[in-house]
């Protein structure tokens, strides 16, 4: 039987550096289920995106499998939205929240031997501005402590710097409000947001319980709390599963959603720190959050609606002025990704939406 062609583009600085053992065992459990890969170091952030366009428009591969970070993993799909090209994700950095959304081991070799026989199904794919998204995109204290994140001390210490990070954070930020509207429809403003595309954050916690990548929705959850006793309550919710039960918190399915990013508020994609000063489509698109400029990227029409959306929600001319922060329009990139999985999705459960 031939062999199957793919290619595997790695993140080397991701994982704390263990890339010379876990290549090896990746490559060689790939070449003993079928598939034979061609190894593709990055050199620096966004670069993974460029080269899985580049195996894409050639054609060559049928699948890119992307062996690092969910940032790695944000940066391959980019590249390969709007091809038929598949994308395998192979858990190799600190979070690895893709891999425990499609049910894969947290070991690489072993993940890649589920992946190796594992159908191609269909995941949708969020844009943040012009930069695309797997798992969310929130805004508030988490993306503040990201910014604020030194990141050799994340790849020494990984969740460890993550956490003592926020609480620093936590103890200082002023939790300014963001102005939100959900489908149209104002909402009352949060502190924090978050957009989720798959139910889990930070871990195995579940911000957003009903979220599934495979039904065309988004699901927002929105805290509306200020402070930081309020803040700390609402995270210890986030980790016991309590949260949706509060009343300052909501949830909510949606298709489309702009929000405003005051200046001292924190912006995240997947895990990464996004800047956000300037206009709506600066906040999306720059940062090692990479670009969606690919066959699938957003039309002329969607763009003008964009801006169209970031004047309304403003009260002002769609350019922001220096120190008034942003505004995101989050919506769905128009054609879903192949992502290989061994199992579809599970439902989204049934519960009432709070509103605030």
Same mark, same amino acid.
């Given at each position: 039987?031939?062999?199957?062609?793919?290619a595997?583009?790695?993140?080397?600085?991701?994982?704390?550096?263990?890339?010379?053992?876990?290549?090896?065992?990746v490559?060689?459990?790939?070449?003993?289920?079928?598939?034979?890969?061609?190894?593709?170091?990055?050199?620096?952030?966004?670069?993974?995106?460029?080269?899985a366009g580049?195996?894409?428009?050639?054609g060559?591969?049928?699948?890119?499998?992307?062996?690092g970070?969910?940032?790695?993993?944000?940066?391959?799909?980019?590249g390969?939205?709007?091809?038929?090209?598949?994308?395998?994700?192979?858990p190799?950095?600190?979070?690895?929240?893709?891999?425990?959304?499609?049910?894969?081991?947290?070991d690489?070799?072993?993940?890649?031997?589920?992946?190796?026989?594992a159908?191609?199904r269909?995941?949708?794919?969020?844009?943040?501005?012009a930069?695309?998204?797997?798992?969310?995109?929130?805004?508030g204290?988490?993306g503040r402590?990201?910014?604020a994140?030194?990141?050799?001390?994340?790849?020494?210490?990984?969740?460890?710097?993550?956490?003592?990070?926020?609480?620093?954070?936590?103890?200082?930020?002023?939790?300014?409000e963001?102005?939100i509207?959900?489908?149209?429809?104002?909402?009352?403003?949060?502190?924090?947001?978050?957009?989720?595309?798959?139910?889990?954050?930070?871990?195995?916690y579940r911000m957003?319980?009903?979220?599934?990548p495979?039904?065309?929705?988004?699901?927002?959850?929105?805290?509306? *709390? &200020?402070?930081?006793a /309020?803040?700390? @309550?609402?995270?210890? %919710?986030?980790? $016991?599963?309590?949260?949706? #039960?509060?009343?300052d918190?909501?949830?909510?399915?949606?298709?489309?959603?702009v929000?405003s990013?005051?200046?001292?508020?924190?912006?995240?994609?997947d895990?990464?720190?996004i800047?956000?000063?300037?206009?709506?489509?600066a906040? *999306? &698109?720059?940062?090692? /959050?990479?670009s @969606?400029?690919?066959? %699938?990227?957003? $039309?002329?029409r969607?763009? #003008?609606?964009?801006?169209?959306?970031?004047?309304?929600?403003?009260?002002?001319?769609?350019?922001?002025?220096?120190?008034?922060?942003?505004?995101?329009v989050?919506?769905?990139?128009?054609?879903?990704?192949?992502?290989?999985?061994?199992?579809?999705?599970?439902a989204?459960?049934a519960?009432?939406?709070?509103?605030?």
């Amino acid at each position: 039987m031939p062999m199957r062609r793919a290619a595997l583009i790695y993140n080397p600085t991701a994982g704390r550096g263990r890339w010379e053992r876990v290549l090896e065992a990746v490559l060689r459990t790939c070449r003993r289920e079928g598939f034979e890969l061609e190894p593709v170091p990055t050199a620096a952030p966004g670069q993974a995106t460029d080269l899985a366009g580049d195996l894409a428009r050639e054609g060559r591969v049928e699948a890119v499998f992307a062996l690092g970070g969910d940032g790695t993993a944000r940066e391959v799909a980019a590249g390969l939205l709007g091809s038929r090209t598949a994308l395998g994700i192979l858990p190799g950095g600190t979070a690895n929240l893709m891999a425990l959304a499609l049910g894969l081991p947290r070991d690489p070799a072993a993940a890649a031997a589920v992946l190796c026989h594992a159908p191609a199904r269909s995941f949708d794919a969020g844009l943040a501005g012009a930069s695309a998204f797997l798992m969310m995109i929130s805004a508030g204290l988490d993306g503040r402590a990201l910014a604020a994140l030194d990141r050799g001390l994340k790849t020494r210490f990984g969740k460890t710097a993550v956490a003592l990070q926020g609480v620093r954070e936590w103890w200082r930020y002023g939790y300014p409000e963001i102005e939100i509207v959900a489908d149209g429809e104002q909402l009352p403003p949060a502190t924090f947001l978050a957009v989720c595309n798959i139910p889990y954050y930070g871990g195995s916690y579940r911000m957003a319980p009903g979220a599934r990548p495979d039904d065309r929705r988004f699901e927002l959850v929105t805290f509306h *709390g &200020s402070g930081r006793a /309020a803040t700390l @309550a609402f995270i210890l %919710g986030v980790m $016991s599963g309590r949260h949706t #039960r509060r009343a300052d918190v909501s949830v909510r399915a949606v298709e489309e959603v702009v929000f405003s990013v005051p200046p001292e508020a924190g912006l995240q994609v997947d895990g990464d720190p996004i800047p956000h000063a300037g206009s709506g489509g600066a906040a *999306g &698109s720059a940062g090692s /959050a990479g670009s @969606a400029a690919s066959p %699938g990227s957003e $039309s002329s029409r969607a763009e #003008r609606s964009d801006a169209a959306a970031s004047a309304d929600l403003a009260g002002r001319p769609e350019q922001a002025q220096p120190g008034e922060g942003a505004t995101m329009v989050v919506r769905l990139a128009p054609d879903p990704l192949l992502v290989l999985a061994p199992a579809a999705p599970a439902a989204r459960p049934a519960h009432p939406e709070r509103r605030t």
